[in-house]
């Protein structure tokens, strides 16, 4: 038994100690957090509000007091509802956790792609770059009561199952997200494009439309689930918590005016300051090794995430929160990808110079 022990530990050596690392990385974060965001996140009109009302008693998704999507999110309420302690702690609890295997399945993501080295390295700068900026530390462990972190966990565990070609595995974690937040559905394309380039080398519609009724069956599950839950549960019809948010109060939330207002919020906020928010200010300094990738490389990096990247930054449209960059972390897989290969990229490119250099050197 102990010399089982030992080679488990000889084996994965580095990995327990990454993952022990990550766990002390959070629970010193989780420390650390001030217990008056934690008491801001329920005085403040938002998703933590109704995140908390389902927590309490989930069957009130059946009785009009959501509004829409929130309360076709029910996963993480649920699990909150029936787990035998209070209402914060299990939040806190189902979030800590989610956060940790986040860290454990991303390593193991980037493992498909790249060595041990450069797979800590995608963790590291997860952890600094994304994991330690004010906006997610302050909106997804001081404002308790969401259901980010298990939404987050979800998407990596997608974007696993697809890049190991396991697409049971991918039907199961695509369900799951479904009912935790729908914007899982947006890891969809990248399990068609996926599955579709990993048996041929060039597009064709033929081979195209034969890939797609063959891997349609594993999306069902999700897609009939996400019906279903708009079929069954009627949410409330009240739209004041964000019309008012951003000044709107006599405007339809549904209408196409509001819609055309949204837009035009949008294009004033990116004069203002967007560039800067939909790179470096949710990115940090990733989108700089980004750019030491080869054109090839970021060609096969758009056509497998293009769209789904689209689809990320396309719900600024719609979204009514002053903390807009939750909505682009769950983009955190790609981005990171990326930015391993521009530094490993770097790396080649500077070892390659120093090899020159020194039989140069040799040779004078």
């Not at 990454?18 to 938002?46: A, M």
């Not at 940790?100 to 600094?128: K, Q």
């Not at 004033?268 to 054109?295: E, Q």
Request: some cysteine.
């Amino acid at each position: 038994m102990l010399d089982k022990v030992k080679e488990i530990w000889l084996r994965f050596k580095l990995e327990i100690i990454l993952f022990i690392s990550y766990f002390v990385f959070l629970l010193i974060i989780r420390i650390i957090i001030p217990i008056s965001w934690t008491l801001w996140s329920l005085g403040y009109e938002s998703d933590n509000e109704f995140y908390y009302m389902m927590a309490q008693d989930i069957s009130c998704i059946f009785e009009r007091k959501i509004i829409a999507p929130f309360c076709y999110r029910i996963l993480m309420p649920f699990l909150v509802c029936i787990l035998p302690f209070n209402i914060e702690f299990s939040f806190a609890t189902i979030g800590f956790i989610s956060y940790y295997l986040l860290g454990i399945m991303l390593y193991f993501t980037l493992r498909i792609h790249f060595n041990r080295n450069y797979s800590i390295l995608g963790l590291s700068l997860f952890c600094i770059f994304i994991e330690f900026t004010t906006d997610f530390l302050f909106v997804e462990f001081g404002a308790v009561y969401l259901i980010d972190p298990l939404a987050y966990l979800l998407f990596i565990c997608c974007f696993y199952a697809i890049l190991k070609h396991n697409d049971k595995l991918y039907a199961i974690f695509l369900f799951l997200g479904v009912i935790t937040k729908e914007s899982v559905l947006f890891t969809i394309p990248v399990f068609f494009i996926y599955n579709y380039y990993r048996n041929h080398d060039k597009f064709e519609i033929k081979n195209g439309i034969k890939s797609f009724y063959r891997n349609t069956k594993f999306i069902l599950p999700a897609l009939l689930s996400f019906l279903l839950l708009r079929l069954v549960i009627i949410p409330l019809p009240v739209s004041e918590h964000y019309v008012w948010y951003i000044g709107y109060q006599q405007t339809d939330y549904m209408s196409l005016e509001y819609f055309l207002m949204m837009i035009q919020h949008e294009i004033d906020l990116f004069k203002s300051n967007g560039f800067y928010f939909y790179t470096f200010g949710v990115w940090s300094i990733l989108p700089i090794f980004c750019l030491f990738n080869k054109i090839e490389d970021v060609w096969k990096w758009i056509r497998i995430y293009g769209f789904f990247m689209f689809c990320v930054y396309l719900q600024l449209i719609m979204a009514l929160t002053d903390f807009r960059a939750r909505l682009l972390y769950i983009a955190y897989y790609p981005i990171i990808y990326l930015s391993v290969l521009g530094i490993k990229r770097l790396v080649d490119l500077l070892g390659n110079y120093i090899q020159k250099s020194n039989e140069q050197i040799l040779i004078i």
